[in-house]
């Protein structure tokens, strides 16, 4: 079982950045770990994950403003927002999957879910 505590969100204005922080109870360094974001009236969408060994994904809207990474010791996700646009702002979501998919931008692939945090990018 892994328990998923989101952290980090905020209000930042257009051009900012801001760090999200993922703290995982339980055994995590063998899961792939993912950010999915969902805006009001739209579906929960991809924008990052990251392998066991390290090896990370980006959803376009994100390539070159976002960066992922884990700190396996700590059992902590980041998620690491620069150059943050309005259409950015959604609740972010942290989730977990200790099985190996292809398909790793599907939000069903994954088991465990935190809870949000909400971001907001105002212009």
């Known amino acids: 079982q892994v328990q998923l505590v989101e952290s980090g969100g905020g209000l930042v204005q257009a051009g900012g950045s801001l760090r999200l922080s993922c703290a995982a109870s339980?055994?995590?360094?063998?899961?792939?770990m993912g950010w999915f974001r969902q805006a009001p009236g739209k579906e929960r969408e991809f924008v990052a994950a990251?392998?066991?060994?390290?090896?990370?994904y980006y959803a376009d809207s994100v390539k070159g403003r976002f960066t992922i990474s884990r700190d396996n010791a700590k059992n902590t996700v980041y998620l690491q927002m620069n150059s943050l646009k309005p259409e950015d702002t959604a609740v972010y979501y942290c989730?977990?999957?200790?099985?190996?998919?292809?398909?790793?931008?599907?939000?069903?692939?994954?088991?465990?879910w935190g809870q949000g945090t909400q971001v907001t990018v105002s212009s």
């Open positions: 989730a977990a999957t200790a099985r190996y998919y292809s398909d790793y931008d599907r939000p069903y692939r994954y088991d465990y």
């Open positions: 339980g055994r995590t360094s063998s899961v792939t």
């Open positions: 990251i392998r066991w060994n390290g090896l990370t």
